[in-house]
């Protein structure tokens, strides 16, 4: 199967701080792969190296054979980052047009609708941001990540602050675009998403891959124990 | 035009169009900086509405006519052009000459050294009053034409090197450069700062750098608050013309409209330092923007660049001097106070060609390093949520 992203011996210092130390990785076509670790392992820097917010110290990254460039992306990308936003004094369907319009959809205003019309907040469209409630807002978030299609799902803690509703929701929307072929790189604290929806899956730890490879392998050199408590033998209490 | 600037231009444009405080600081501002201006004009000596003349002031008249006694002081038999040099020589302060022909063309000339940018100096009106004075209980035409004022005085203004002034005909395009870039400044530079803020405080920056390029997401936003600009100039702009059009028979009006030089080098020049200026002013916004937290934070800074900018304005006086102080030189070539040093004397004739070049490459290589360090402190800091400024530039 292609590999829609390489990583190969990636190095991230920050000043004197190592991040990442050595580290590779393949994402392949149509898989759900997790990218799992401890807060401060280096899920994140890895993520926005690859997109390109960081220059690697060392290494490279490439998404269907290339340097992620945003002018000219190899293959469409959905990205919701962790600390994520819109803008807030403007209305629902602005935002969701403009990010359209950004991503290339031929008529991102039949899109936003459509796709407001599926979220239940068709009657929001002229609504500033600002205005709808937490749980509405993640649904616009939502809407942002997923449209055109993407090739490449990137999900950084992406139930992170979802009510039950959304988390359902998203749930939908992963599987519905996996069945269509996406990739997606899911980085997630619960094991149970882990279990449930991933293919693959890297442990990051000290900088390095501690674990790497289908769920049912890493269970397996673990001596088949649920992947929760195998997240709790190798970080131990350092994630507290 | 990249496909993707042009989508961020369009968006940044539009939705600063769509909000009522635009049009209420369109209109608002505009009025605080013309009074602004209009002060600090009359302070410095651009409207003279009353004569000025006391016991040092040096005074002649040539008067061939023969109205005034021959026995004061005041009065000799310079010929014009002797009047006019010891005017040059600064001899004499004003020189009248009352000519042969005063019954027929009802005028007399006044010389004087031309003080800036005057649009009205009624110090000849002086002469009025002189031969009210001085004629004879038996009149005859002329003696009236002298009691009653009913004549002109033409107003030769002079400059230092004798050649006949038209400073404030020469100073009203540049004028119109200055005054438009302080409207982009004060109402749009704000404006850029919070908007770069706004994309980091409220994590849009993540999101919206995965689909355009930090270059296009800066230059877009530069690009669009330019195009306001162009709007907020024309809303300036088409009452003026309308005003004019009305009152094109007023005295005052028609006086200035026959003054304007249009020297097409010379509208090119300040319309190049004018687009120059507003990048360099906007891109030191810009990176203060890309470098705070907050909008909370980034406020505080506005009001600081803006005087930094506006700070020669205080010295209008020495700027109209014609020999340049010290003051004048620091701040026609300190970075943030250079668009204004060098519009307003680009406006007072006072910049000589090579300090213009000078002036207009500093701005020139200013502009792109402040913008391309722009671009990369907004690519650096974009995704820097954790970004604190040092304490002591903290708000409280």
Redesign the interface.
């Known amino acids: 199967m292609k590999n829609i992203v390489e990583v190969k011996n990636f190095q991230m210092k920050f000043g004197k701080k190592t991040i990442i130390k050595d580290l590779s990785f393949d994402v392949r076509a149509g898989e759900i792969f997790g990218l799992l670790g401890a807060n401060g392992s280096g899920k994140t820097t890895t993520l926005?190296a690859l997109?390109g917010?960081y220059t690697p110290t060392g290494g490279e990254l490439l998404v269907d054979g290339k340097p992620?460039?945003?002018?000219n992306p190899a293959v469409m990308?959905g990205?919701?980052?962790e600390?994520?936003?819109?803008?807030?004094?403007?209305t629902v369907l602005?935002n969701l047009v403009?990010?359209g319009?950004?991503?290339g959809l031929k008529s991102p205003r039949d899109w936003a609708l459509k796709y407001l019309k599926r979220v239940k907040l068709e009657d929001k469209q002229n609504e500033k941001l600002e205005k709808l409630s937490g749980g509405q807002q993640q649904k616009i978030?939502l809407g942002?990540?997923i449209m055109n299609d993407p090739k490449l799902l990137i999900l950084d803690e992406p139930t992170k602050g979802f009510d039950p509703m959304n988390r359902r929701l998203l749930m939908e929307i992963i599987e519905e675009l996996h069945q269509k072929g996406t990739a997606v790189i899911l980085i997630t604290h619960y094991m149970d998403e882990v279990e449930k929806l991933c293919d693959r899956a890297l442990l990051l730890k000290n900088g390095v891959a501690e674990a790497y490879g289908t769920i049912s392998e890493i269970k397996k050199q673990h001596k088949n124990k649920s992947l929760e408590q195998i997240f709790i033998d190798i970080y131990g209490g350092e994630n507290e | 035009m990249s496909n993707s600037l042009l989508k961020v231009v369009k968006f940044e444009f539009i939705r600063q169009i769509k909000k009522p405080s635009f049009w209420a600081t369109i209109i608002l501002i505009p009025l605080l900086v013309v009074g602004m201006m209009a002060i600090s004009f009359m302070t410095s000596g651009g409207v003279k509405a009353n004569p000025t003349l006391d016991e040092n002031t040096k005074v002649a008249i040539t008067d061939e006519v023969g109205i005034l006694p021959k026995e004061m002081p005041i009065v000799v038999d310079y010929t014009r052009e002797e009047g006019k040099n010891k005017v040059i020589d600064k001899e004499l302060d004003l020189y009248f000459y009352i000519p042969a022909d005063f019954k027929e063309s009802k005028k007399v000339d006044f010389y004087h050294i031309s003080e800036g940018l005057e649009i009205f100096n009624n110090d000849g009106q002086a002469i009025k009053g002189i031969l009210n004075q001085a004629v004879a209980s038996e009149f005859d035409v002329v003696d009236v034409l002298a009691l009653t004022g009913q004549f002109d005085v033409v107003d030769n203004k002079l400059t230092a090197t004798g050649e006949v002034s038209n400073a404030l005909g020469k100073a009203i395009i540049p004028f119109v450069f200055l005054v438009c870039f302080f409207f982009l400044i004060t109402l749009f530079g704000g404006r850029m700062l919070m908007t770069v803020v706004e994309e980091k405080e409220n994590r849009i920056s993540e999101m919206i750098l995965t689909t355009v390029s930090t270059k296009h997401l800066i230059v877009g936003k530069i690009i669009a608050m330019m195009l306001l600009g162009v709007i907020q100039i024309l809303t300036l702009i088409i009452p003026v013309i309308v005003a004019v059009i009305i009152y094109r028979d007023n005295e005052i009006v028609s006086g200035i409209l026959s003054t304007i030089e249009i020297d097409p080098v010379s509208i090119i020049i300040n319309l190049a330092l004018f687009i120059l200026s507003v990048f360099l002013s906007i891109g030191f916004l810009t990176y203060i923007g890309t470098i705070t937290p907050t909008a909370k934070d980034a406020s505080q800074f506005i009001g600081p660049v803006i005087i930094g900018v506006v700070f020669p304005l205080y010295f209008m006086q020495s700027f109209m001097a014609t020999d340049p102080n010290f003051l004048v030189y620091f701040l026609t070539y300190f970075p943030l106070s250079a668009p204004t040093a060098l519009m307003l004397r680009s406006a007072f004739g006072t910049l000589s060609s090579p300090e213009l070049i000078i002036g207009l490459v500093e701005i020139a290589i200013l502009s792109f390093i402040v913008i391309r360090a722009t671009v990369h402190s907004f690519q650096k800091n974009a995704i820097n949520f954790g970004i604190v400024l040092p304490k002591f530039l903290r708000r409280r």
Request: avoid cysteine; proline fraction near 7%.
């Open positions: 926005r997109l917010f992620y460039d945003p002018e990308i990205y919701l980052p600390e994520r936003g819109l803008y807030r004094k403007e602005d403009y990010f319009e950004l991503k978030q942002v990540t």
